[in-house]
């Protein structure tokens, strides 16, 4: 099958490029003809306040990638639809409402010729704006399937289109080699990624525990002067470390090898990597029962879970964890992510 898929890889960064690139790789060992249609210019930095790009790869990039579509050149959307006439699937990968103009100009210049998948990472997005829905029922309503990630997210899918919505977790893409495993207790957490309200950090800083200090690593998009005026107001910025901008991929294990846990205290999620993450590097995760964080938690094995939107049962969970760390850590397995990329390739063609 001649595959198209259209969304951000390499030189982009983050979990969204990674999938991109992995599905890419996967759907090729698989036997397909996969060409990735990507991005020279993907979002106006008004928008995506972060670093866009990094040097370096996240993991193997794609051979097969142009990357010609520009967020300021309709024309060049018009004309990637007119090249992906030949496809049999074009595959949509949607991280933003934003990314639903350009969406619907490869759509107008496909001619409807060829079958077209929604693959939403967010259906809308967790902070949204008055033009998110209908961007995304504009969307939703011309492709041919949508794929989301969990059932929470293809509930909202439904109510937004009438399309066939397909549910399938979201596979792992990790780094290929084995990290660096930290060893001994340090009292110290990690709360790693991008920082947006969402994320709950601030429910971390009022829970944490006396002789607990905490490392803050990732782009703060928004808030870092607020989350430091937190920090000094709870008197705590002596075992709070703030490393705010992008990590890159060689930093990552260090980060780990020195934490006792990754800590996600999400008031609302989707699906993430970052269970995974956790326990590729041999940490035990603590994590609020939201989204796809409960489904790869074992609660009392490898982590703990608590409710969000509660820095008080947060603080006991985290104290429990210190009754004894070792066990927990000793829970901790590396996911296998075979037979999840075997379910989620059958269930995007499917779909």
Same mark, same amino acid.
């Given at each position: 099958?001649? !595959? ?13 490029? @990674?999938?991109?690139?992995?599905? $890419?790789? &996967?759907?090729?060992? $698989?036997?397909?003809?996969?060409? !990735? ?8 930095? #008004?928008?995506?306040?972060? @670093? ?10 794609? /051979?097969? =990638? ?26 949509? *990968? ?62 909202? *899918?439904?109510?937004? =289109? ?6 399938? $977790?979201? /596979?792992?893409?990790?780094?290929? &080699? ?15 990624? !991008?920082?947006?309200?969402? %994320? ?19 782009? #703060?998009?928004?808030?870092?002067? @607020? =989350? &430091? ?19 890159? *991929? ?18 609302? *999620? ?45 603080? %006991?969970?985290?104290? &429990? ?31």
């Amino acid at each position: 099958m001649r !595959i198209a898929i259209v969304g951000p890889t390499y030189p982009y960064k983050g979990g969204g490029a @990674q999938h991109t690139t992995e599905l $890419a790789h &996967r759907l090729t060992a $698989a036997g397909h003809d996969v060409v !990735i249609e990507s991005w020279k210019a993907q979002y106006p930095s #008004f928008l995506y306040p972060g @670093q866009q790009t990094i040097d370096v790869p996240e993991g193997e990039p794609y /051979p097969k =990638t142009r990357r010609r579509l520009d967020w300021r050149r309709p024309d060049g959307w018009v004309a990637a639809g007119r090249r992906l006439r030949s496809a049999d699937l074009v595959v949509l *990968a949607v991280l933003s409402p934003v990314q639903v103009p350009p969406y619907l100009g490869i759509l107008l210049g496909t001619a409807r010729k060829v079958r077209v998948v929604a693959l939403c990472h967010n259906v809308l997005p967790h902070e949204r704006k008055p033009w998110d829905e209908p961007l995304m029922k504009a969307l939703l309503n011309r492709v041919d399937g949508v794929l989301t990630h969990s059932g929470q997210q293809a509930e909202l *899918a439904r109510t937004l =289109t009438r399309k066939p919505v397909t549910t399938v $977790a979201l /596979p792992p893409h990790l780094p290929a &080699r084995s990290p660096a495993r930290g060893e001994g207790i340090h009292h110290r957490l990690l709360f790693f990624g !991008i920082v947006r309200p969402y %994320k709950g950090l601030d429910l971390l800083l009022r829970a944490l525990p006396e002789g607990v200090s905490l490392t803050v690593a990732g782009e #703060f998009w928004g808030g870092i002067e @607020q =989350t &430091r005026q937190l920090i000094a107001e709870l008197g705590i910025a002596d075992r709070v470390e703030l490393r705010p901008g992008y990590v890159a *991929a060689d930093e990552v294990p260090a980060l780990f090898a020195r934490a006792d846990a990754l800590v996600l205290p999400y008031r609302n *999620a989707t699906a993430s990597q970052n269970v995974w993450l956790g326990h590729e590097h041999g940490v035990p995760v603590i994590a609020t029962r939201v989204g796809a964080l409960a489904d790869n938690v074992r609660d009392g094995v490898d982590g703990l879970l608590v409710e969000p939107g509660d820095a008080e049962a947060l603080r %006991k969970a985290i104290e &429990r964890f210190y009754e004894d760390p070792e066990r927990l850590r000793a829970g901790v397995r590396a996911v296998d992510p075979e037979p999840f990329w075997s379910d989620y390739t059958g269930a995007l063609l499917r779909a």
